[in-house]
């Protein structure tokens, strides 16, 4: 008795409770009476707390006051963002000149200006725009922050860093338009693209150094005024102590992982001993160690400059937590992965190098993530030994005499530029984890 | 050993590189002061009236005053200054070591600091004294009846010691709630988790002008202890002690004679008074024994002006100040009855 038709039966539409909004409160929220219950009840909280923070922060706040007085007299219980406002460039740039303050906007944007074709995917060599930014930017950012006279280290750095930069941005321009990599668009240019690899090394080896000694040239007439150290503060120097933080304890952590792998006792003794010392204490206590004991190991009368003390701090302390992320990243590679290297006879470094590592740090990301975010909020700290930090200048705000008592607006003002900061930087790892491990989806 | 040595080895070449550090040869407080080219005054970490930073980044308060005015004394210029600010664990370290050239922060001078840390206190800037603060409506009007009480007092301090001491001797039984910031006792004082505030009263004073409602809370008129806050320097170079006294004398003399920072250059030519004449440099060589210029006092009066305009300025009445008045007080001029006295200066 069975019916037999040729036309295939068309799909039923999924059930109303599966696709209508009401279907699906009725299924979550309300299938029970208790659940009903309990849905209300949540309701009525979320609202009762999301209502306060609105009439607390918002309706009854004060956003334009001269001083704290002002603020209670338009509201006695609203947040008086005024004080917040008026230290806006305190909690930014820190002491840092008013007049001068261009310089550390250009600093940042520089970086993101260096960083923007590594996100672009028609430009070539990435791995030598990274590399740049590692070798290169840190000088010419520092001498933008710095300022004051150049030695002659510094002059060779800083044109090097502009080189780079010209470099990388010609690249970024030839790849978006042309969709190939400079030194290939240079050969057609040339008319040498037939030419033997020698000829084409020299002419491009050419191209640099003019352009090298071009930019000696006109950075030699640069001149921007000296800013001390102590000047530094608010989110600037949090993130200066946890960008160079970063920076130098990955590759710092990467040798001292090798290090305590290493079949060499001595090497082993030592970064396992490293290692565990430097774990095994807390970052406040590195941080007094620095800035207090250390001078007094030192000679009479060298001092030493506060924030290279935090900073090497900073870098020692994390550089282990880092080699724990990297030892446990380079167990995760199949024994295979290191005698199929062998086999093909590479030695322990080009194995590292070209074989384990690409492969380990893949694995590495969510955790170095999560450390880099670690030490971001970490590095507030310092605001206890006496360095303004963004903590440090939230901090005062309630001690400046006219907003007196201002505490709790600037800290939930805090609270949001890290989240803010802290959530795009995880929003990002996520990003990049998906697109390495495309080659993983089979 | 050997990881110990290479360590230090190698965060001191990494740290000599980074900072260019210089070596000083032992030399006086005031040679290294002068050959550096600026003065290194330390703070704490701010603390209204005294030293704290305004909206623009810049240090202000009667410390603050101190410490420029001592650099108006050596360069004749108070902005050849460092201002560093240190927390109240490092404070004395950081002046034994020589990271500091003076120390201009809120210290009470005692015998045990001022005889067994290697320290000097000077002239006393600024006399201050503990203090109650209670809400109006609780109808205390005296220490005495805060038996059994909750007080609120930030700890570490000497404040929490002399409430305890305070409490035993007039058997008031006072439970002490501790805080570490001194916004966090407040607002807890503020929403009725203790009976009274206890603090230095200019402290109080300036904290009780920012509650919501100023005129609900009233300072009780007992005071606990004595807080001569004074700036100190390194034990044993007493030129450099010297300088640091003579300035703060030098502030008060001028105020006890009439001279402010808008008539200084009047005074110094015009005046009959020798006093005045001595104490400008138009007259006689006071100044050498300090090593200085004979410009020194008129450099800190054209820098800061005198006692009286610093403490109108940043504790009185003044735009920046947090609104405690002077007269009365132990920090009015001797002839008004307070206790701010300088010797001749002759």
Not at chain 2, 102 to 127: E, H, I, K, V
Request: net charge neutral; hydrophobic share 45%; with cysteine.
């Amino acid at each position: 008795m069975a019916i037999i038709t040729k036309q295939k039966t068309p799909d039923r539409p999924a059930p109303l409770s599966e696709t209508s909004v009401v279907g699906w409160l009725q299924k979550n929220l309300f299938s029970s009476v208790f659940n009903t219950a309990l849905t209300l009840i949540t309701i009525f909280i979320i609202y009762l707390t999301l209502s306060g923070v609105v009439v607390w922060g918002y309706l009854d706040a004060t956003f334009v006051a001269e001083k704290r007085r002002e603020c209670y007299d338009n509201s006695l219980t609203g947040a008086c963002w005024a004080g917040v406002i008026a230290w806006l460039d305190n909690i930014f740039y820190g002491r840092y000149p008013r007049e001068e303050i261009w310089r550390i906007d250009f600093g940042g944007l520089l970086l993101v200006a260096w960083m923007l074709p590594l996100w672009l995917s028609k430009v070539k060599g990435k791995i030598l725009i990274g590399a740049s930014v590692i070798v290169f930017y840190p000088f010419l950012a520092g001498y933008m922050f710095t300022g004051g006279d150049k030695g002659w280290f510094m002059q060779f750095m800083v044109t090097g860093a502009i080189t780079a930069f010209v470099i990388n941005m010609t690249n970024m321009l030839v790849g978006l338009l042309k969709n190939t990599s400079l030194d290939v668009f240079l050969m057609q240019l040339s008319g040498q693209a037939d030419a033997g690899d020698k000829t084409q090394r020299n002419i491009l080896l050419a191209m640099v150094a003019t352009l090298f000694v071009a930019a000696f040239l006109w950075q030699a007439s640069w001149n921007v005024t000296e800013v001390v150290w102590t000047k530094w503060g608010g989110l600037f120097l949090t993130l200066v102590i946890a960008g160079i933080g970063i920076a130098s304890s990955m590759p710092l952590g990467i040798f001292l992982a090798l290090g305590r792998r290493s079949k060499l006792p001595v090497v082993r003794v030592l970064s396992t001993g490293f290692i565990e010392i430097f774990r095994s204490v807390p970052l406040i206590t590195v941080l007094f160690m620095a800035t207090t004991m250390f001078p007094l190991f030192m000679p009479e009368g060298f001092v030493l400059n506060k924030l290279v003390q935090v900073i090497i701090a900073v870098i020692l302390f994390n550089a282990c937590y880092m080699a724990e992320i990297v030892r446990a990243g380079l167990q995760a590679i199949p024994k295979g992965q290191f005698e199929g290297a062998h086999t093909i006879g590479l030695g322990y470094w080009g194995t590292m190098g070209l074989i384990i590592m690409p492969q380990a740090l893949k694995h590495m990301i969510p955790n170095i993530v999560g450390n880099i975010i670690g030490l971001l909020k970490d590095t507030t700290l310092v605001s206890i030994i006496g360095l303004f930090d963004i903590l440090g200048m939230l901090r005062s705000i309630s001690k400046d005499v006219p907003w007196v008592g201002l505490h709790k607006e600037p800290l939930i003002f805090g609270a949001m530029l890290f989240f803010i900061i802290c959530f795009s930087m995880s929003k990002y790892s996520r990003h990049l984890e998906v697109k390495l491990s495309a080659g993983d989806k089979h | 050993m050997k990881l110990k040595s290479t360590l230090m080895t190698m965060t001191a070449t990494v740290a000599i590189l980074f900072s260019g550090a210089t070596f000083a040869t032992a030399e006086t407080t005031l040679e290294t002061v002068k050959a550096r080219g600026n003065l290194r005054c330390q703070v704490g970490s701010p603390s209204p009236g005294f030293y704290n930073l305004d909206s623009a980044g810049a240090w202000y308060g009667i410390d603050v005053a101190i410490c420029e005015a001592v650099a108006a004394a050596v360069f004749g210029d108070k902005t050849k200054l460092e201002i560093q600010s240190v927390s109240s664990q490092q404070r004395f370290t950081a002046l034994a070591n020589g990271d500091s050239d003076l120390l201009s922060r809120t210290a009470t001078w005692t015998m045990s600091r001022d005889t067994q840390l290697g320290l000097d206190f000077l002239q006393p800037n600024f006399y201050d004294g503990q203090g109650f603060i209670v809400r109006k409506d609780s109808g205390i009007t005296s220490a005495l009846q805060l038996k059994g009480a909750k007080v609120c007092v930030t700890t570490g301090t000497t404040t929490e010691l002399n409430l305890t001491d305070f409490s035993r001797l007039n058997e008031l039984n006072i439970s002490n709630v501790t805080f570490e910031d001194f916004n966090v006792r407040d607002d807890t004082y503020l929403n009725g988790g203790c009976d009274a505030v206890t603090a230095d009263k200019s402290a109080l004073a300036g904290n009780k002008a920012n509650f919501p409602i100023p005129g609900d809370h009233l300072i009780l008129p007992e005071t606990l202890s004595k807080e001569p806050l004074a700036p100190a320097v390194r034990h044993g170079d007493n030129q450099w002690a010297d300088i640091v006294r003579w300035s703060v004398y030098a502030l008060i003399n001028a105020e006890e004679l009439g001279i402010t920072q808008a008539n200084v250059d009047d005074m110094r030519s015009t005046s009959k008074d020798p006093n005045v004449l001595r104490m400008l440099g138009a007259e006689g060589d006071l100044n050498t024994g300090l090593g200085l210029d004979k410009d020194w006092a008129y450099n800190i009066i054209k820098a800061v002006g005198n006692y009286g305009e610093i403490y109108e300025a940043y504790i009185g009445g003044g735009e920046q100040a947090i609104g405690i008045s002077r007269a009365g007080s132990l920090n009015a001029l001797w002839t008004d009855g307070g206790l701010m006295y300088s010797p001749p200066m002759r």
